[in-house]
């Protein structure tokens, strides 16, 4: 039997250097709620690091539990996989892949997020809603960043 993965991308470069955004992506438990009062991070399980098991949640009830597979610093690449919640309870084998690169001058951050899945037999391909929440937090992550001197106070 061969399985086909499907993927979605956004793309987009915000106006805050690699280094401040990599350590926020990192940090995200302490920050989630304080950029988008609607998102909630828990780690429930580990430091934060590799392996570690994260809870996110969302105000319209939906919910992400993933595993923290990459964290990578020198290509400033986090790579996590959904074990339950997610996209779609139609979906299984959904990893999702933030990478960031310089932009500009080093003054901005091409931010690219990924997700790889492969859908259960008969699902649909699922809506934009996952693309527009990824572009809605990075735009929301680069406005509190810009706005807060010490994001972590």
């Known amino acids: 039997m061969t399985v086909v993965k499907h993927g979605l991308q956004v793309e987009v470069e915000l106006r805050v250097s690699v280094h401040k955004l990599w350590e926020a992506l990192k940090s995200l438990n302490l920050l989630a709620s304080k950029v988008a009062p609607n998102l909630t991070h828990q780690i429930l399980e580990g430091d934060g690091g590799v392996g570690s098991l994260n809870l996110l949640q969302f105000g319209d009830g939906r919910y992400e539990k993933e595993r923290v597979d990459i964290i990578d610093d020198s290509t400033h690449t986090l790579v996590a996989t959904v074990m ?13 892949t933030v990478a960031l690169s310089p932009g500009r001058n080093g003054a901005t951050t091409i931010a690219c997020w990924r997700a790889e899945y492969v859908p259960v037999a008969g699902s649909a391909t699922p809506c934009g809603l996952v693309q527009d929440d990824a572009l809605s937090f990075f735009k929301a992550l680069e406005a ?5 001197k010490n994001p972590y106070a």
């Open 84 to 96: 339950t919640g997610g996209i779609d309870l139609s979906y299984h084998q959904y990893r999702k």
């Open 144 to 148: 509190f960043l810009n706005a807060n």
